[in-house]
């Protein structure tokens, strides 16, 4: 298809996480005639979810990093880092240099609880926690000091399970991985002894996948222990994942402690009431749980304080709102038909439908919304547009190509040699990766 005003369709995508490539390569493969797709992202780096979500002993899953890799190197896409909508550019500005503009920014940040305490000092979002196991340069490698000899984890999804068995495994196990050396020294120092997970609800409710439950199990460093009262699920008729995951949980409450360093109490049927402190957090206060008939989670009235030194809250991400681009308070999402916004504006991936689905959904997730999109080009007029390299030329603005990018990593593939450790090393903070593409100031 041509653009309404004659060449190639020009289509902004913004985020370069899983949704948003999948939408370049979407449009790349559904357009009947050439596109042209320009990826914007904020950071330096690519990949989103996938270089800084997942966690790093999860090789598998990182290596999508390679599918990703491959659209951003289709001929008719290109990689234009270090550009922030609010601020380098406007939704304006992308209307005055694109056909259309999609928004592909993810869900960035945790929910909260809404408990007393929840803001103490050591009152933390499972989402900073991963961001800094994973070298993301908005979390600081001494953003954590994990001093404390117990811990709780709240919430019983996949992600919940991936920061608490980083939390139980040594430094050791995560060498040969990408962990920021500076993260891994803090996590040789770990003095924790004690991880709680815990689910408001029972181990049938729980939301993790039959894989990552079975790799607690595998733990050589911690031991993992259930209670057998709280296992107890009655009626038979359930699904096989859950199935699969009720069979784990209680094989691991009929077994021992092996006497392991550090130990991992799966916790359900208690609700975070408070935490509890002074200057910061110094315990938990849960109570235990039921089901109302109508299926409600109610308390008991029975209460338990752990002393814990650290929470961390993974109770679900919601979206942000982006600058100039309407938002749904209610839903944490962008309000859209099939992708579509408003006129020449879409929307896909967690932004557009929530936080739900895996990795892959955001593929099909994709294809609706560039579907729609290609559909309304067909019956627009005309629009005259602005380069978007002449636009930031003109105010000084060099953005972060995707070789600049392929330098970051073969700076992070060298300090893994120098320090005998792995395949590749975050680099740690902003400045480092922009030294790495010779970037000597914050542009």
């Known amino acids: 298809m041509a ?108 929910r909260h609880m809404g408990i007393p305490g929840e803001d103490l000092p050591g009152s933390v979002a499972a989402t900073d926690f991963v961001n800094w196991y994973c070298g993301h340069p908005d979390v600081s490698p001494d953003r954590f000091t994990l001093d404390s000899p117990e811990v709780a984890v709240i919430g019983v999804g996949n992600v919940a399970v991936d920061v608490v068995r980083i939390l139980a495994k040594t430094a050791e196990e995560l060498s040969s991985t990408d962990v920021p050396h500076e993260v891994l020294e803090r996590l040789a120092g770990s003095q924790v002894k004690a991880i709680h997970m815990i689910g408001r609800r029972g181990a049938q409710h729980a939301k993790f996948t039959l894989k990552e439950l079975r790799e607690l199990g595998e733990l050589a460093n911690a031991d993992v222990c259930v209670r057998p009262e709280e296992a107890v699920v009655l ?49 938990l206060r849960l109570e235990r749980t039921r089901l109302s008939e109508d299926g409600r989670v109610v308390g008991t009235g029975e209460f338990e304080t752990l002393p814990v030194g650290m929470v961390l809250r993974s109770v679900g991400y919601q979206s942000v709102p982006l600058p100039g681009v309407p938002f749904d308070e209610s839903t944490m999402t962008v309000p859209n038909q099939a992708g579509r916004v408003r006129d020449r504006e879409y929307v896909a991936g967690w932004l557009k439908r929530g936080p739900t689905g895996v990795i892959g959904t955001n593929k099909s997730d994709a294809t609706e919304t560039v579907r729609t999109l290609l559909a309304d080009l067909s019956d627009r007029p005309p629009v005259r547009l602005t380069p978007i390299d002449e636009l930031l030329a003109g105010r000084g603005v060099r953005p972060i190509g995707y070789h600049d990018w392929r330098r970051i990593e073969d700076a992070e593939a060298e300090l893994a040699r120098t320090l005998g450790r792995g395949e590749r090393v975050k680099l740690v903070g902003l400045q480092a990766m922009l030294d790495a593409c010779g970037r000597p100031d914050s542009r």
Request: net charge neutral.
């Open 3 to 110: 653009s309404p005003r004659g060449g190639n369709v020009r289509v902004a995508v913004v985020g370069s996480g899983p949704a948003g490539i999948y939408t370049a390569e979407a449009l790349v493969k559904q357009a009947a005639e050439p596109v042209e797709v320009d990826v914007i992202e904020r950071l330096p780096t690519p990949y989103g979810l996938v270089r800084y979500g997942v966690a790093p002993d999860h090789t598998s899953i990182k290596s999508i990093a390679n599918y990703l890799r491959r659209v951003l190197e289709l001929p008719q896409v290109r990689f234009l880092g270090g550009l922030t909508l609010g601020e380098e550019l406007s939704v304006a500005d992308l209307l005055g240099s694109y056909d259309a503009v999609v928004y592909c920014t993810g869900a960035m940040v945790d």
């Open 235 to 283: 009626g038979g008729d359930f699904p096989r994942q859950i199935r699969g995951n009720i069979d784990v949980l209680q094989s691991w409450a009929a077994r021992p402690p092996q006497g392991r360093p550090r130990r991992l109490d799966v916790r359900f049927w208690m609700k975070p009431v408070e935490i509890l402190g002074e200057e910061r957090v110094e315990g």
